[in-house]
């Protein structure tokens, strides 16, 4: 379902957000005179997103325009009710899932303005002078959906908008009291923290996690990751703990965890080398929530799910090595090629020692584990530590390599994997994983990548933490990974010396919507709040301007997009509002400031 705004004049719209609130105040004028004033917001209390408007003069109309798979019908005994049901098995979001449950939506039209469905199934909505309101009310239970359209019916959809408004005053409180030195930030940055703590809230699940982005219901680990470090470096504490509570029982229900769950349903799991990536950073995540909050008894509950987390990532490791999951962000837009998943990864083998060095500690401490176990733990991670010195860091050129291609001569491939909702099978004749039943068809021989460097990776250790960098080589990498930033700030996310030309070459529209062109014009969008991180942790004095670029690429509704080309444009097709990029670089953001708030006192 779709809500646009037609005019058949020229017209013109502005938007203001109200401070601590997901509540916004739009103006639309038709030829530059005043026409419609209305603020949107989603309804505390009940799963309604409304609009109450105040129309000047006619001449606007909103077209409701229905899902594909189902048209508007006017409910009998409710006038200005319309109703859109969908059926189980109806793929509703643009990930290749379908939902086991009903969808209902009520769409209700009250006030000053006529409603009608036209004759192609849309519902056209022409404001007229005076006051009145557009609601849409969604449940998966019929009845639910009833009792609070009736609800809303009863008391009228202006009667939500106090509620709402001092539901949101409460969170921005509780967040301020939790942050302090908060208060103490500038105006201008005060307002941009406010409005990033604000987008994460509205995207959050009554459920607990976040969702990834506007199309997606899919909670997704490592996301999730790095949404909850913004949370807590913006306040919001109730909500970190909300998005552990989720998966904790996610994986009581299910005994494992997927590399992302479906929110509100678990009628699928998206799947792909689930026993990495995503377990180290959930414990990370506990890592960090303990740390921020103090909340042991909340970590203490998590255990069996961590315990399991440690335990599965072993499986994988090959020489002190982990394999890459394969929906790192970098991967699907061309960045690192799926040939080389089985190679050995320095993000998931980072994920696996820093997360490995506080769950050792805390799980003895906690005398969860004996002393015993806890030191054969750390023999492991020993022997992974060393190895990730020896097969990502190269100190001459001061490069952290994103892969290992020897771990691909140390094991076997599996012979069969999963791709999100797509089993597919290995091709021993072309070195490729192929949909299963076609193993029969003749392809070019997979050629596995060499060493590569992405920025991403090699700005990891400073994030992540695990202290496999000196200090020096720190420092070396990021004065290197500077000097490939262009006028405008941009740095690409792989640089073409370090990926060859036919990595350039292959990378045309790689995720069906991508960019087409050079692989040097394409940065992942939490490579600005990385590289702030590192700058501010060395004090370096090119951390002013990485902020001012950072703040320049957040968007009015307080968020950070998951690409942006070389002109720091939103790269089509690419998830906009996007958690994990908003959630690191809200973090770095927020770092910057109170260091320099700290260095002015």
Not at 69 to 89: D, T
Not at 138 to 148: D, K
Not at 374 to 399: K, N, P
């Amino acid at each position: 379902m779709q809500v646009l705004t037609r005019c058949d004049r020229s017209a013109t719209g502005t938007a203001r957000r109200e401070a601590g609130a997901a509540i916004w105040h739009h103006e639309l004028a038709v030829e530059a005179a005043p026409t419609v004033a209305f603020v949107e917001y989603a309804a505390h209390g009940l799963s309604a997103y409304v609009r109450q408007f105040e129309c000047r003069a006619a001449g606007i109309e909103w077209v409701v325009k229905p899902h594909a798979g189902g048209g508007f019908k006017a409910v009998h005994g409710l006038a200005g009710v319309w109703l859109q049901r969908l059926p189980p098995g109806t793929l509703l979001f643009r990930d290749p899932y379908i939902t086991d449950q009903w969808s209902n939506h009520w769409v209700i039209v009250q006030g000053d303005c006529q409603a009608a469905v036209d004759g192609r199934g849309e519902l056209v909505i022409c404001l007229q002078p005076g006051r009145g309101s557009l609601a849409i009310v969604g449940a998966a239970e019929y009845g639910t959906g009833v009792a609070e359209v009736e609800a809303l019916l009863a008391g009228g959809a202006e009667s939500l908008l106090e509620p709402t408004r001092g539901r949101w005053r409460e969170f921005t409180q509780r967040r301020l009291a939790a942050r302090p030195r908060l208060a103490r930030l500038p105006a201008d940055a005060a307002e941009d923290m406010d409005g990033i703590a604000v987008m994460m809230k509205a995207q959050q699940s009554a459920q607990g996690p976040t969702i990834i982005g506007w199309h997606t219901p899919m909670a997704y680990i490592r996301d999730l990751y790095g949404a909850a470090r913004g949370m807590l470096a913006l306040g919001l504490f109730d909500e970190a703990r909300q998005s552990l509570e989720f998966r904790l029982d996610k994986f009581l229900r299910f005994g494992d965890l997927r590399t992302a769950e479906l929110i509100g349903t678990d009628c699928a799991r998206h799947t792909y080398t689930d026993e990495v990536e995503g377990p180290g950073y959930l414990l990370l995540q506990a890592r960090d929530y303990r740390r921020a909050t103090g909340d042991g008894a909340t970590v203490r509950r998590l255990w069996p799910m961590l315990e399991w987390c440690w335990n599965v990532q072993q499986r994988q490791l090959a020489g002190g090595l982990l394999p890459f999951n394969g929906d790192e962000t970098y991967i699907p837009y061309g960045l690192f090629p799926a040939e080389g998943l089985q190679q050995g990864s320095a993000d998931t083998t980072l994920a696996f020692v820093a997360s490995g060095d506080w769950l050792t500690e805390w799980a003895e401490s906690e005398r969860l584990w004996t002393p015993n176990h806890a030191d054969a733990q750390r023999r492991i991670l020993a022997e992974s530590r060393q190895a990730w010195r020896r097969w990502f860091v190269d100190a001459t050129t001061a490069r952290v390599w994103v892969n290992a291609p020897e771990r691909e001569q140390w094991v076997a491939p599996p012979r069969f994997r999963r791709l999100g909702s797509q089993w597919l099978e290995y091709d021993p004749r072309s070195g490729h994983y192929v949909p299963v039943g076609t193993l029969d068809q003749e392809r070019p021989r997979a050629v596995p990548p060499a060493r590569m460097t992405l920025n991403s990776v090699s700005l990891l250790p400073d994030y992540l933490g695990g202290g496999l960098l000196t200090a020096d080589e720190r420092r070396r990498m990021v004065e290197r990974i500077l000097s490939f930033a262009r006028p405008n700030g941009m740095i690409p996310t792989a640089l073409e010396e370090d990926c060859g030309r036919e990595r350039v070459d292959r990378h045309v529209n790689a995720a069906g919507g991508g960019p087409a062109g050079r692989i040097g014009d394409l940065g992942v969008g939490y490579d600005p709040g990385l590289i702030l991180i590192a700058l501010t942790e060395l004090r370096h004095p090119a951390a002013p301007a990485a902020y001012a670029r950072l703040m320049r690429l957040l968007d009015p509704a307080g968020a950070w997009n998951e690409y942006y080309d070389g002109t720091d444009r939103a790269v089509r097709g690419s998830i906009r509002a996007n958690l994990w990029a908003s959630g690191i670089n809200a973090e770095a953001a927020l770092g910057y400031l109170l260091r320099a708030e700290r260095t002015r006192r």
